[in-house]
């Protein structure tokens, strides 16, 4: 415990030294966000629960913590907000569609013995859990790179007031693909990083290639790499054409007052 209290303290000291106020507002969202999560997890286990409606809030609300709280309530991470629930609800639809056909709900037989005390029949649908737990595993890099993009567009756009909407949307894409390639790769040895013991446990087991490449444990991993990935390349185009279009709106509005 103590060398947790220590490993908090000196992420706290380096995001207030570094970024100030959004630093605080930071730390304090991650225990926001556990909470969130936390709740989420806490109405799943009810059978009467839906988790794809209560995915949607969880997202929802995690983002809102992540955009408004942190970087307050703005053009930029209003477009970016509207861009990250477009990209959910597109995604989440797809996610379902692949759970249901892959079949990768419920749990690997690497992890029978561990579970064979406990009863599986607990009135939870694991399809639409497996489709949560992937788009829950997302969310943070969705948001992430809306406001990465939308940030910079609107930095561009104050410099050059007079800039058209498509220059604008194809300098958003532009910024997207300079964002795309680092994040996939960011996710890619996350996923993967958390499952290095796994695969050591496969090498120990002597699966072959064939073996681990359908193992549920190892498909589920990799679809939801993939997935995310998906999902980051959707955000780039929504969230630059949305940008674009409230940037320029927001200008013609503002030149027909005058």
Not at 100 to 127: A, K, P, R
């Amino acid at each position: 415990m103590n060398v947790l209290v220590c490993l908090a303290a000196i992420l706290f000291i380096l995001m207030v030294l570094i970024g100030g106020k959004i630093g605080v507002r930071s730390f304090i969202s991650l225990f926001l966000n556990f909470g969130v999560l936390l709740l989420i997890i806490l109405f799943m286990a009810s059978p009467k629960a839906n988790p794809i409606i209560l995915t949607l809030i969880g997202c929802t609300v995690i983002s809102c913590i992540n955009l408004f709280y942190i970087n307050e309530v703005n053009s930029k991470t209003t477009t970016a907000f509207i861009s990250t629930i477009i990209t959910i609800v597109i995604l989440l639809a797809f996610i379902n569609i692949v759970t249901e056909n892959t079949m990768i709900q419920g749990f690997g037989e690497e992890e029978i013995d561990e579970l064979s005390m406990f009863s599986l029949y607990i009135g939870v649908d694991f399809v639409k859990i497996g489709a949560s737990v992937i788009i829950m595993s997302t969310i943070g890099a969705i948001t992430d790179v809306a406001i990465s993009i939308t940030s910079p567009m609107r930095e561009i756009f104050n410099h050059h007031p007079f800039i058209s909407r498509k220059e604008l949307f194809l300098l958003g894409l532009n910024i997207g693909r300079d964002i795309l390639g680092s994040m996939t790769n960011t996710l890619f040895f996350a996923f993967f990083g958390g499952y290095m013991a796994l695969l050591l446990w496969f090498k120990d087991l002597f699966y072959s290639v064939g073996q681990i490449a359908n193992s549920k444990v190892f498909s589920a991993e990799m679809i939801t790499i993939f997935c995310a990935g998906i999902g980051i390349a959707l955000i780039i185009p929504i969230a630059s054409w949305i940008n674009a279009y409230f940037l320029v709106r927001t200008r013609k509005n503002n030149e027909i007052l005058k």
